[in-house]
């Protein structure tokens, strides 16, 4: 499977330093749609990489107007990671109370009143009911497209920098989906996880641990964020050209 890095580059040198009439038409057409406009076959495009920027990975500049592009490959993907103390922080802000957070905590490290660590899947199995009332208070109670763009669109420490089109796939076999589409399948979206969630967004710990390597214990103060199955997501959803 090629890399993440090398399918940004090929994103890269189809589109970088080129006018638009220089390019193939389904990549003209690409640029149409994602900035919703007829392009003057006459403008000038580049396209880079950014040097710090959490979650674009290209950007696309036509003429004056820039877009950020997030390209992701794979089935199940990692789309956000941060410290557990600066999620619990987030989560203080949406308005969650204590409790919902030392619920959270508690299925985040796994640990039994023994002292034994316990695997995601051992937790759901004992404790469905603690998570059902966690996910309950995640997805009706609390905005949600301030978590969607936390973990898509903007990261940690956005100010201006988001994203505006997700790309699934590579330069060869793309589809793609704008910021607002995508906020919309996810609020519409019929949750069927009992790990915590949001929406189709799966949280959990990088690692647990189980094993009690030191080499690994730092990973347990990390929250991940999954999207799975996103080639369905995109099948749904995606347009192609």
């Not at 880079?48 to 993907?77: A, F, H, M, Q, Y």
């Not at 695997?119 to 497209?145: A, G, H, T, W």
Request: glycine share 4%.
């Amino acid at each position: 499977m090629i890399s993440g890095y090398s399918n940004e580059r090929r994103f890269i040198d189809v589109f970088n330093d080129k006018f638009v009439y220089q390019l193939e038409e389904k990549y003209v057409k690409f640029l149409e749609d994602i900035y919703e406009k007829k392009l003057d076959r006459n403008s000038y495009v580049i396209c880079w990489k950014p040097v710090v920027n959490e979650k674009t990975d290209i950007i696309i500049r036509v003429g004056s107007e820039k877009k950020r592009l997030s390209i992701k490959t794979g089935k199940n993907n990692s789309v956000h990671m941060e410290k557990l103390s600066s999620f619990i922080k987030f989560l203080k802000e949406l308005g969650c109370n204590n409790e919902v957070i030392e619920l959270y905590k508690d299925f985040h490290y796994g640990v039994l009143k023994n002292g034994k660590r316990i695997s995601s899947k051992e937790y759901q199995e004992l404790f469905p009911n603690k998570l059902k009332e966690m996910n309950d208070i995640f997805n009706r109670n609390i905005d949600l497209v301030k978590v969607f763009d936390r973990f898509l669109f903007e990261g940690l420490n956005c100010v201006i920098d988001f994203v505006d089109v997700l790309v699934y796939g590579t330069i060869d076999n793309y589809k793609f989906a704008t910021r607002k589409e995508i906020t919309e399948y996810l609020l519409n979206y019929k949750d069927e996880f009992l790990a915590p969630h949001f929406g189709a967004l799966v949280l959990q710990p990088w690692t647990r641990n189980l094993n009690n390597n030191e080499k690994y214990e730092y990973r347990r103060e990390y929250v991940q964020v999954k999207w799975y199955r996103l080639e369905e997501v995109f099948d749904k959803i995606g347009k192609t050209n």
